[in-house]
């Protein structure tokens, strides 16, 4: 507004960019820059070492193409137990911890004596390192040491060696994940629950609408919008957990709870072959930017629907 | 903060008589089931957690048997202050976790903003290329990145560790930040501007101040989050930088099975932690609301 009366005095030179453009690139310009330095340029490192023979022994660094791809897609390991596993976590982990965390948001959002405490107690696994909580929880389920045994025997149970068995090793890792990210999802769906508008609530109480109806046809579409965040970012995340797993199981027993993270590095590190490690990391990557893109639209339909 | 103990009151007051199940969650019904349930799910959250403050309790000849011991020492505590890689790597952590906090939400709020207040392609470019760089998992560039802080010269400094991390936090933060903004009523900032306010001006000065709340929620969960992480300590430092966590993990990995060393450093590590989240949580559920 004030704009044009300046633009009158002094005829515009003719410029690359606009004011506006040259403000909305400068406000962007630290973050970009941090960006390009630290994840971009690395991914494009890994990226080129994919199509190269880049092991210890061969400085010349071949390009050999899609070789590296070809060799993990047509690796069974790799198609049908790490794809079907990382699939599977990044379901059950999502869907419990969000069942969970909208239990324990809907229980904080209620008033009761030591609510504060509780919600303090509910928020450990938050402040706790992950890699300190699950060294714990395989101590826990340590076949021999472990309290979860000898509570079982207590009981009167046979205990599990639990971590040199498939599923209960799977188990395992996911109780760890999800005890790890309940109180994220009840944490950021309480802060929805409590910006919640109160009216419809106050009408439904007035109509006499049951618990169940007003958990089900007020919160749970009014708080849609904060459920598909959650659940992408969640999503995305579960897809390329990578420190629970090593800590707690390394891919085992014999690689059969491999996620595609840990398949990368065993590839990368143990295998000592970098580029067939980067080849797996950028099947991954791939793969999780096509379905994070479906979950986005899906969910957001959703979202949109209620309103 | 106070309207939700109202609304809940409120609605007590009004409703019918309850029955079934829920029924008895209430108040009046059946408080002691209700008290059962809540004290049930604290305990098994905190378990792990309780089982470390044991652990950390018990001289090293106790820790296999933990549950049947009735030694208890605060010996571990002493031996691991004693240790200096434990002070330094306390001092780091509390640094590293500080700065990146600081960066990383003074990076990010202009790239949300950017995102919230303009329409056209550029913020649509920016948004694809967030979201996508969002996804990338961090085994396919944490790798690299060793190579790269390498080649710029700042692997196992305070820069190595704290650029990679708000290099982490870009994606995320931005696209929080952005639903901040889309939350605060651009008008303010139009009428800055009509007043003869800089685009600048009004960013700083009105805009800013009223985002205060969410950026102080972003804060604490970014100091938490760093202050644990793993990963990338584990790989970008080295002797010179120690990182709390991996000082920890090193306890029962390198330097043979001392979990009571491991338990008694995790118990002060969580002190802090502790203290930040029983101080900012009401600020974190306050700033989350969008």
Redesign the interface.
């Known amino acids: ?2 704009l044009s009366a300046i633009d009158l005095d002094h005829p515009p030179k003719r410029r690359l960019f606009g ?3 040259r ?6 310009a ?3 820059a ?2 390009a ?7 494009m ?2 990226a080129n ?1 994919s199509f190269r023979d880049w092991s210890l022994h061969d400085p010349q660094m071949t390009w050999v193409g899609f070789k590296h791809y070809v060799y993990v897609l047509t690796d069974a390991g790799f198609v049908w137990t790490v794809m079907p596993n990382t699939i599977f976590f990044m379901v059950i982990s999502v869907a419990c911890s969000l069942v969970f965390g909208l239990a ?1 948001a809907l ?1 904080l ?4 004596p ?1 609510r504060a405490v ?16 699950a ?3 395989r ?2 389920f340590n076949d021999q ?1 472990g ?1 979860v045994n ?1 509570v079982l025997e207590l009981v009167g149970l046979p205990g599990q060696p639990w971590l040199a068995q498939r599923w209960t090793a799977f188990s395992v890792i996911l109780f760890a994940d999800i ?1 790890l990210w ?2 994220w999802f009840a ?2 769906l ?3 629950l ?2 919640l508008p ?1 009216e419809p ?2 009408a439904a ?2 109509d ?1 609408a ?3 109806r007003v958990f089900r046809y007020l919160t749970v579409p009014m708080l849609r919008p ?1 459920m598909v ?1 959650c659940i992408v ?1 969640r999503a ?1 995340d579960a ?2 957990t ?2 629970i797993v090593w ?1 707690i199981s390394q891919g085992g027993p014999a690689r059969s709870t491999e996620l ?2 840990i398949y ?2 065993i590839e ?1 590190f143990q295998a000592m072959n ?1 580029a067939r ?2 080849a797996a ?2 099947i ?2 791939a793969v ?2 096509v379905l ?1 893109m479906i979950i ?1 639209r899906v969910l957001n339909r959703w979202a949109e629907v209620s309103k | 903060m106070t309207s939700l103990p109202q609304l809940g009151s409120s609605i007590d007051a009004l409703q019918p008589p309850r029955k079934g199940f829920f029924a008895a969650l209430a108040p009046g019904g059946g408080r002691i089931l209700f008290a059962l349930v809540v004290i049930g799910v604290a305990f098994l959250f905190a378990f792990p957690v309780l089982w470390v403050l044991l652990t950390s309790l018990r001289p090293a000849s106790g820790v296999f048997y933990v549950h049947r011991g009735t030694e208890f020492t605060l010996h571990n505590f002493v031996e691991v202050l004693q240790q200096e890689s434990v002070y330094n790597a306390f001092i780091n952590s509390f640094a590293i976790s500080t700065f990146a906090t600081l960066l990383s939400l003074g990076v990010t709020v202009t790239s949300g903003y950017m995102l919230s207040r303009f329409r056209g392609p550029a913020p649509s470019v920016w948004f694809a290329i967030i979201y996508v760089l969002r996804c990338v998992p961090y085994i396919s560039w944490v790798l690299p990145l060793f190579f790269v802080t390498r080649q710029l010269g700042i692997f196992d400094t305070y820069w190595g560790l704290l650029l990679p991390h708000v290099a982490v936090h870009v994606c995320f933060f931005s696209w929080i930040m952005k639903g901040f903004f889309d939350g605060i009523d651009p008008s303010m900032e139009y009428a800055a501007l009509i007043d003869g306010c800089t685009r600048w001006g009004a960013f700083f000065r009105v805009a800013m101040p009223a985002a205060v709340p969410g950026l102080t929620a972003l804060a604490i969960l970014c100091w938490l989050y760093t202050w644990n992480e793993f990963l990338f300590a584990l790989l970008l430092t080295s002797h010179k930088t120690p990182i709390l966590t991996v000082v920890m993990a090193q306890f029962v990995h390198e330097l043979g099975m001392e979990w009571h060393l491991m338990s008694a450093t995790a118990i002060l590590a969580l002190i802090p932690a502790l203290i930040v989240t029983i101080f900012g949580q009401k600020y974190v559920i306050r700033g989350l609301r969008v």
């Open positions: 507004m004030t004011e506006r453009q403000f909305m690139l400068l406000l962007i630290p973050a970009a941090a960006l330095f630290f994840q971009i340029l690395p991914i490192t890994g070492a324990l229980l959002n209620r008033n009761f030591g509780v919600q303090t107690i509910l928020l450990l696994p938050l402040m706790v390192a992950p890699v300190v909580a060294i714990m929880i101590w826990m040491f309290i000898v005890w309940t109180p944490l950021l309480l802060a929805g409590q910006s109160r609530f106050e109480a007035i006499g049951s618990h169940w904060v965040v970012i995305i897809f390329r990578f420190d800590t595609f993270s990368a590095y990368a970098f490690g980067s990391a950028m991954g990557a999780i930017v994070a986005f």
